[in-house]
């Protein structure tokens, strides 16, 4: 992580993420991609995105559907991806104490999930919590530092940040960070 972290601050110019793996998929299919249709464009993406910053593989939805309503294993798809994109970091989303489910789980649940998604070739985690509980957050960034993985916080937020009146401003958010 401290390499990492060197290397992006000394970077020149910007480190895009690329969330298609994730997002695409999630917000125009109901998250229905196949592993079978991502390794089509795997290849592609290595050469084409090789200076990207990192791919976005997981979040919440696509841990879920991949099981639930697809019955692929979500870590074979990680393994598969991962064997055909190797020069690109991955990166996930996890949601604090959440993981990637839809409730909170024992600390150890989520510690073996993180350390599991980084020994399956997660490199970067984007912690959050929906509603910035900074509790929340700060277990998820413990985890992702104990498993070795590069933690990169994130605060949710909403209305227009450049408006004084409005009490999730700004300065709201700076206070938060803090």
């Known amino acids: 992580?401290?390499?990492?972290?060197?290397?992006v601050r000394g970077h020149k110019g910007i480190l895009l993420t690329d969330t298609t793996m994730r997002d695409a998929h999630q917000s125009l299919f109901a998250t229905r991609l196949r592993t079978y249709d991502m390794l089509k464009i795997a290849r592609p993406t290595a050469h084409l995105?090789?200076?990207?910053?990192?791919l976005e593989m997981w979040g919440?939805?696509?841990?879920?559907?991949?099981?639930?309503?697809?019955?692929?294993c979500p870590w074979k798809r990680l393994d598969a991806l991962r064997e055909e994109i190797p020069n690109i970091p991955f990166q996930m989303l996890l949601r604090g104490a959440n993981a990637v489910g839809y409730t909170s789980y024992p600390d150890n649940v989520v510690y073996k999930f993180v350390a599991e998604a980084q020994r399956s070739g997660v490199d970067i985690f984007?912690?959050?919590d929906s509603l910035n509980y900074v509790d929340n957050m700060k277990f998820g960034i413990d985890t992702v530092l104990?498993?070795?993985?590069?933690?990169?916080?994130t605060l949710c937020y909403t209305g227009?940040?450049?408006?004084?009146?409005?009490?999730?401003?700004?300065?709201?958010?700076?206070a938060l960070a803090e």
Do not use: H, Q
């Open 1 to 7: 992580p401290e390499a990492w972290a060197k290397a």
């Open 49 to 54: 995105l090789a200076n990207a910053g990192s």
């Open 60 to 72: 919440g939805a696509t841990f879920d559907v991949a099981m639930r309503f697809l019955k692929e």
């Open 126 to 128: 984007r912690v959050f």
């Open 146 to 153: 104990a498993a070795g993985g590069i933690c990169e916080g």
């Open 160 to 174: 227009d940040v450049s408006d004084p009146k409005c009490r999730y401003n700004l300065d709201y958010y700076l």
